[in-house]
């Protein structure tokens, strides 16, 4: 039997697993995401996919710090992997910690496989995320994809690895995801057929392609496809980072000049950035700021029966 509190963060679906989860020891998040990717891969895909999760969902797994500091430990994971970070997965685990009592307005530590986050509560919905460090790796990576001809992106870190494009190769907009969803996928099969990394083998998972904003507010819109191929319906906390990341190297924006980054379907978060002072950080590292909002949509307890032949989700 589970405990979970389900929200969305600007359309994005998360799952908090309160109570339940498989014990994968301790030591650090890093090791113990390790061992939830390659020994519980039925478990924690049963929790974000059909017929138990929904397309785009995001678990977060609560677990015990190493940090005192920090509230909660979280590792996160989708329908195709643990990832790293994830921006309005922690937005989404704010709001859920402020609805359960367990945080109240003001600013408060995370930690994450990657590295501490801090969270900064303003009401009930808004956070504020300050992300770890994010930088550029690459800049004018040119690829030649079947199908769609030359594209041109940055490989850049925002607590995952991503390729940003720009200027995307088919429009930006909500009536165009199927296309945009088949050329990301076409994109990144096109980087691993290369043999195409980030930094220490950084595995690219995340596309993401820019277009026009479509309100007189935005800075662009994007489209971001996930992993799991499914397109984030928020504007991607962690891709917002990489892009900052971008948007500082290429002196496109100031530190602490707040711009609104549009998703897909019209929602956004606003964005800004520091230069990073930490000890060995990457050249060039931005400590990004994302804000954003996630409401509390269900409270519940999951079974998942043992005869029930789909209880490790639909896999086609």
């Avoid at 948007?247 to 998703?263: C, H, V």
């Avoid at 909002?293 to 519940?300: L, P």
Wanted: charged content about 20%; proline content about 5%.
């Amino acid at each position: 039997m589970l405990t979970l509190v389900d929200s969305h963060t600007e359309g994005e679906p998360t799952r908090v697993i309160l109570e339940g989860g498989p014990d994968l020891g301790s030591g650090p998040l890093s090791e113990r995401a390790t061992r939830l990717a390659t020994e519980h891969k039925d478990f924690y895909r049963s929790l974000v996919v059909e017929p138990y999760g929904q397309e785009a969902m995001v678990g977060a797994l609560l677990v015990e710090p190493t940090d005192a500091s920090c509230v909660t430990g979280v590792i996160y994971f989708d329908a195709a992997a643990v990832i790293g970070m994830c921006g309005h997965g922690t937005i989404g685990l704010a709001a859920t910690l402020a609805h359960l009592g367990k945080i109240g307005v003001g600013t408060h530590k995370i930690e994450t496989p990657v590295g501490i986050v801090e969270v900064t509560l303003t009401d009930q919905n808004t956070v504020t995320v300050q992300n770890i460090d994010s930088y550029r790796f690459k800049k004018g990576v040119e690829l030649g994809v079947k199908g769609v001809g030359k594209v041109v992106g940055d490989i850049a870190y925002g607590g995952n690895w991503f390729f940003l494009v720009d200027n995307s190769p088919t429009p930006v907009l909500p009536n165009n995801i199927r296309t945009l969803t088949e050329v990301g996928i076409q994109v990144r099969n096109t980087l691993y057929a290369h043999g195409i990394e980030g930094e220490h083998g950084g595995i690219i998972d995340h596309i993401v392609f820019f277009g026009p904003a479509l309100t007189d507010k935005g800075h662009s819109r994007n489209f971001v496809l996930c992993p799991d191929d499914a397109y984030d319906r928020s504007p991607c906390g962690t891709g917002s980072s990489a892009r900052l990341a971008c948007l500082a190297a290429d002196q496109r924006l100031a530190p602490g000049e707040d711009i609104y980054q549009e998703s897909t379907i019209g929602s956004g978060y606003t964005l800004s950035y520091q230069y990073s002072t930490a000890e060995n950080a990457p050249v060039g590292a931005v400590v990004p700021s994302i804000t954003g909002q996630a409401f509390i949509t269900r409270e519940a307890k999951m079974m998942l029966n043992p005869t029930d032949p789909l209880r490790h989700g639909v896999s086609l």
